[in-house]
C-alpha cells in the first residue's frame, strides 16, 4: 500500500535514520 512506503520513507528521511546506511528495506506488508 502506497502508506507503507510512505511511512519507510519517512522514517528514512528523518533524523532517527541518520545511521542507518547500506540497508536494504522491504516493505511487505507484513507478509513473508
Known amino acids: 500500500q502506497p ?3 510512505a511511512a519507510a520513507v ?3 528521511c528523518s ?3 541518520r545511521y542507518v546506511t547500506n540497508q536494504r528495506i522491504t ?3 507484513g507478509g513473508f
Open 3 to 5: 502508506e507503507d512506503i
Open 15 to 17: 533524523n532517527e535514520a
Open 27 to 29: 516493505v511487505s506488508g
Open 10 to 12: 519517512a522514517y528514512l
